[in-house]
């Protein structure tokens, strides 16, 4: 399928079945989206402005908001235009661009998640060697290594997958996905599923890497009162971003290769989003709201703006 510039078009089916209430989802989306958006700039720039949260964990912590905004923004523009659409339909370009910033999403949140991890194991295990261990030095070349690590994955899978001939134009999603076009191929996949092995040993490298760290974390906590309350109030929420971008992630991808049929459709639709819309949703539930530095900065900061705002008005 060609459009009049003659350039090869992808069709996504996951909208099918949306037809009869495309408005409601349509605002339900741009909702989610504007909120998104919101909490994550709000928690980023409280990150930024305040000086006492220049530590690890937070600007760890503010990674995962950078890195859910972009993840969002690769998927909710898209989907609200085609919402307003009869034709779902996107480019060869355009497909590829959308794996590439999805897949840069997913690989920098769960290499930024291993570091986490890291940083929590040194600062229970080895809380004497902590700032020696996790200097401000070593936070930005861990940063650094995050996202540049992430897009060279990204690089080379998108490499792979743009020399593949396809011999079709049929997607069911509501989105491109690495797999998806993968299947449309009629060469030679070898090098695209030895480099899938590749990745995939890679980031089960770093989950065990993460389980073997929180195995001494949660031993270490075991000792004292004072590091079990320091484990519920930092490590007890990375466990649950964790363990949700974990599950939805396995599930999209279980359901992208083993799931097939129309009646399955919506099911598709729901895990195969879940990654993209509820990780940049819950985390700044998660680390804005429920980790109390954090709340009361943002509290504090805002107020004190509130406060400036209500003075310039009763002046005025």
């Known amino acids: 399928m060609e459009n009049t510039t003659g350039e090869f078009m992808f069709v996504l089916h996951g909208l099918n079945d949306t037809k009869t209430n495309k408005h ?12 998104t958006l919101l909490v994550n700039l709000t928690l980023i720039i409280t990150v930024i402005l305040d000086k006492t949260l220049h530590e690890p964990m937070y600007l760890f912590i503010c990674n995962l908001y950078i890195n859910g905004i972009g993840g969002a923004s690769a998927f909710y523009p898209k989907i609200l235009a085609d919402l307003f659409s009869d034709t779902h339909v996107i480019s060869y370009t355009g497909c590829l661009t959308q794996m590439f910033v999805i897949y840069w999403y997913v690989f920098c ?3 930024t998640l291993t570091f986490m991890a890291y940083d929590r194991y040194s600062a229970i295990c080895k809380p004497l060697e902590y700032h020696y261990i996790m200097t401000h030095q070593m936070v930005v070349k861990l940063l650094i290594c995050t996202w540049l690590f992430s897009l060279l994955e990204t690089s080379v899978g998108a490499s792979l997958t743009s020399q593949l001939t396809l011999c079709g134009h049929d997607i069911d999603k509501i989105y491109c996905f690495n797999w998806d076009v993968v299947k449309l191929s009629c060469s030679d996949v070898t090098a695209t599923s030895i480099y899938g092995y590749i990745i995939l040993f890679s980031h089960t490298s770093q989950a065990v890497f993460i389980i073997i760290s929180y195995i001494h974390i949660i031993k270490a906590s075991l000792k004292s009162k ?5 484990f519920m109030q930092t490590c007890l929420p990375h466990l649950i971003t ?10 999209d991808i279980l359901c992208a290769r083993y799931g097939t049929g129309q009646g399955l459709q919506v ?10 819309v509820m990780p940049p949703l819950i985390n700044p539930i998660i680390y804005g709201i429920r980790m109390t530095q954090i709340r009361s900065r943002l509290m504090q900061m805002y107020s004190h ?4 705002l209500r003075s310039v008005v009763w002046q005025g």
């Open 226 to 230: 004072t590091e079990q309350v320091k």
């Open 267 to 276: 099911l598709r639709n729901i895990l195969g989003v879940e990654f993209l």
């Open 109 to 111: 949140e769960f290499t």
């Open 24 to 35: 409601i989802y349509f605002a339900v989306g741009l909702v989610v989206y504007i909120v």
């Open 305 to 308: 703006t509130f406060n400036a």
């Open 242 to 251: 964790l363990f949700n971008f974990n599950i939805s992630l396995l599930l």
